[in-house]
């Protein structure tokens, strides 16, 4: 393969993705050229429009409903599927044909992420596709995309960073990278998006970040789109008189985002004109939430307005008569906004989690609790000790200190486009510096909210190659199994449990990791399943550390791995003696290999999938 | 000037006829050029003999055969634009209403749907620029051979230029049109379609 001409990166967002590049011919040091594509895709049936951003949504068109032509694109024929605009806007009319919010589903453990399951709510007579499909296909298309605007540098033979969530468990990592490859990506690295985010300021600032952030900084970066809230933490320290910036703590994943903000508006609204008497049907719906965003940024923008008028229009074609007039005012927006999703809370709250009842619905995890600074005040809690071991760290962390004290702040995500918001999310943390008597943490400015992921991701394949700055941090959790401890059996209770750790804390990109002492006996041709876990605080613990107690916030189950040995030149039923090796890939993910104690043979330990019931 | 679609263009304006005194300088230009370089002193005889159609000056590539793009069809571009007003602005609607019936509270709130909307549609297929940048009521001059066709003369229109006026519109130009690609067999007369809900 040629040198790549362009590093692209490629943010697949719960609701939105976008594709940046970088000439990397054209670039020099830190002064880069960066470039977004803008994506073909259909906004009505046989027109087809290009945008800087590709709604994550894929609509199944029944048979009768559109006429041949209807779903072309510039590239094809031959699809007889929409993703896009139109997939979006048409589905909002059926949604039991629409698939949205594939990423989510690809990260919910509870659920078989490579099973035809989405629409989940859609009839039999719909062919279903899998999370990992919906993701394929969307990632096919900006690949198209690409291809149809560059002949002269095919995708396949540049260089491409794909953005997760920081959040983002080795499971739902791995299924990404598998979605990318059926879409037709080799090489292909990915990134988390904070990192992404904090790339794209390093990039637009063209070398001048380095005056703004100081050995000892600690930056926050606060990352909240359509449809999850992402935080990463990450400290700026100075290494033979060059900064560094090294990743040290990520928050939970929290399905919770602006369209979250713009429904709960909008029912807010749709209750004031039921209680008139005027009911909305769903395409009302629709336009409602979308004027609600409107008002709401209007409101959220100049506090000197009081009220804004809202218009559901008609849908019939009756725009003055069937119209429905009715205002979004000031005191709502803040009420439902402000201290809905950005309460004014204290540093010592936490999330409430309220236990799932006997039935629970099979859906996606969305957050329980709406509180973004609450979600925040639990993360910053949690990681009050990540920089205690850093190098240049040590005499400034404050023993006293109950929670990681942030010294600078990046937003990022469509949902701060209101000011307010971002003032209001700083303004909640300064007070809690202030309460323990530490500096205020200032606002980095200067962030591309809605195509920053894209751009960072692009400068990362950029930076990759030796140029410029790069974060660093490895792995963001630490990663056990589950061994059940040979204590006697008590009746009633489950046997205890015991945790060892398979893979430490901040394993570097490329890095592997044995474990020596633990062997475990594999059955050929039987499946081994073992209880995996990951903690994003414990970073002392070696490889080979073995946890008899942990607090509940320390340690989360992440599902199950397995293994299984092929019977081939075996007896079945044999017992095979393996050690666990852990690699952490250059690509980004984690992997598990069963290696032989006797020989060279070696097998991939899977993430498992499949639902845990 | 960029154009990002295929059907329909907007043809570029004709570049205003240069000044006096630009015309100078490439008078000046243009003699020394033909002195030094024979081959341009050939393209410039060829013009001066050739045809009514002056070829160009620099050795440009023949013009490019037209890709076999379809014919640009004035009717599909307008009713691709109604479609658009239509879908995002509600502009039929609005227009085939009778207003009698109605108060002028109702009218608003239909209108702001109106405005935003064809907002949405100017902002996204059209890039529209002031044709002249000076602010409203401010005094300028016009020297010979300014663009009639971008600028309209009114009230005291006499003498010869340079003409010196006060601007009372700035005027708009679009210097770029974006309207989405269709399908071949797509029917552009479908302003929007009806919709049966099952």
Redesign the interface.
């Known amino acids: 393969m040629s040198e790549p001409r362009y590093s692209i990166g490629i943010d697949l967002g719960t609701t939105h993705c976008a594709l940046a590049y970088v000439d990397i011919t054209a670039s020099e040091g830190e002064q880069t050229l960066c470039a977004v594509l803008d994506i073909?895709q259909l906004?009505?049936?046989?027109?087809?429009?290009?945008s800087a951003l590709l709604p994550s949504f894929l609509y199944l068109p029944h048979a009768d409903e559109l006429?041949?032509?209807?779903l072309?694109l510039?590239w094809s024929t031959a699809q007889d599927y929409a993703v896009g605009e139109f997939a979006r806007s048409r589905g909002a009319l059926t949604p039991i044909r629409l698939v949205s919010s594939a990423k989510s589903w690809l990260c919910h453990a509870g659920v078989d992420r490579r099973a035809a399951i989405l629409p989940h709510d859609a009839p039999p007579e719909v062919a279903r596709v899998s999370p990992l499909e919906a993701s394929t296909r969307y990632l096919e298309h900006l690949r198209q995309a690409w291809d149809d605007a560059h002949p002269d540098a095919p995708f396949a033979e540049q260089d491409i960073t794909v953005t997760i969530p920081a959040s983002f468990d080795p499971a739902a990592r791995e299924l990404t990278l598998d979605a990318a490859r059926a879409a037709g990506y080799s090489a292909l690295t990915l990134l988390e998006e904070p990192q992404a985010a904090l790339y794209s300021w390093i990039q637009s600032s063209a070398g001048r970040w380095r005056k703004d952030v100081q050995p000892g900084d600690i930056i926050l970066v606060v990352d909240v789109g359509g449809g999850t809230s992402d935080f990463s933490l990450i400290a700026v320290l100075e290494r033979e008189g060059n900064l560094e910036l090294h990743r040290v703590a990520v928050g939970d994943h929290i399905l919770l985002g602006g369209d979250n903000m713009d429904l709960a508006l909008a029912h807010g609204v749709a209750r004031k004109l039921a209680a008139d008497g005027k009911a909305l049907d769903p395409w009302q719906m629709r336009a409602l939430t979308y004027a609600c965003r409107?008002a709401k940024e209007n409101l959220l923008t100049d506090t000197g307005l009081e009220v804004q008028?809202i218009?559901v229009?008609s849908?019939g074609?009756?725009?003055?008569?069937g119209?429905l007039?009715t205002e979004l005012t000031q005191a709502e927006v803040r009420s439902t906004i402000l201290e809905g999703f950005f309460p004014e809370v204290e540093a010592s709250v936490r999330p409430s989690t309220r236990t799932r009842g006997g039935l629970t619905q099979l859906g996606l995890p969305y957050a329980q609790d709406a509180g973004v600074t609450r979600h925040l005040a639990a993360l910053l809690g949690r990681q009050v000790g990540a920089t205690a071991e850093l190098e240049g760290f040590a005499g400034q962390v404050d023993a006293n200190a109950s929670f990681l004290h942030p010294t600078a702040v990046l937003f990022n995500g469509g949902v701060f486009k209101s000011d307010v918001l971002a003032q209001r999310t700083l303004d909640t943390l300064n007070r809690w510096l202030e309460a323990e008597e530490a500096e205020p943490a200032r606002m980095l400015a200067g962030a591309d909210l809605d195509l920053a992921v894209a751009r960072g991701a692009a400068y990362y394949g950029y930076v990759r190659r030796g140029q410029g700055v790069r974060i660093r941090g490895g792995t963001a959790r630490a990663y056990y199994v589950a061994i059940e401890s040979s204590m006697p059996a008590v009746p009633g209770m489950e046997p205890p449990v015991q945790a060892l750790c398979v893979a430490p804390f901040g394993m570097e990109e490329g890095t592997e990791a044995d474990l020596q002492m633990q062997e475990f006996g594999l059955v050929v041709g039987a499946p081994v399943h073992l209880r995996f876990f990951g903690s994003s605080v414990r970073r002392q613990d070696q490889i080979g550390t073995l946890l008899d107690f942990w607090q509940p916030d320390e340690v989360q189950e992440l599902g199950e791995i397995h293994a299984t040995l092929p019977a081939e030149g075996r007896q079945p039923g044999e017992i095979v003696q393996v050690r666990l090796r852990a690699t952490a890939t250059e690509t980004g993910t984690l992997e598990l290999t069963a290696m032989a104690m006797d020989g060279d043979e070696h097998w991939k330990v899977e993430f498992d999938l499949r639902s845990q019931d | 000037m960029t154009l990002s679609t295929h059907p329909p263009h907007v043809h570029p304006p004709k570049p205003p006829a240069p000044s006096f005194l630009r015309r100078l300088s490439m008078a000046f230009r243009v003699f020394f050029r033909i002195l030094v370089y024979p081959d341009y002193a050939a393209q410039v005889d060829g013009l001066r003999f050739g045809a009514d159609l002056p070829p160009p000056l620099t050795a440009a590539p023949p013009a490019p055969a037209p890709t076999p793009a379809p014919a640009v069809n004035y009717n599909d571009a307008a009713l691709q634009l109604l479609a658009l007003l239509q879908r995002d602005a509600r502009l039929i609607d609005f227009t085939q209403e009778n207003l009698t019936r109605y108060s002028d509270a109702d009218i608003g709130g239909a209108a702001r749907v109106v405005h935003e909307g064809c907002c949405k549609v100017l902002r996204e297929h059209f890039t529209i620029v002031p044709v002249r940048q000076e602010a409203e009521g401010s005094r300028i001059v016009l020297n010979d051979g300014f663009d009639a066709r971008a600028i309209r003369l009114t009230g005291n229109v006499v003498g010869k230029a340079p003409f010196l006026g006060s601007l009372s519109h700035r005027g708009w130009r679009a210097i770029e049109v974006r309207l989405p690609k269709f399908a071949e067999n797509h029917d552009v007369t479908v302003l929007a379609q009806a919709e049966v809900e099952l």
Not at chain 1, 43 to 50: A, K, M, R, S, Y
Not at chain 1, 67 to 70: H, L
Request: proline content about 22%; charged content about 30%; hydrophobic content about 20%.
């Open positions: 073909p906004t009505d049936p046989g027109t087809v429009e290009p006429t041949e032509g209807d072309d510039p409107v008028p218009v229009p849908r074609s009756k725009l003055i008569g119209s007039r």
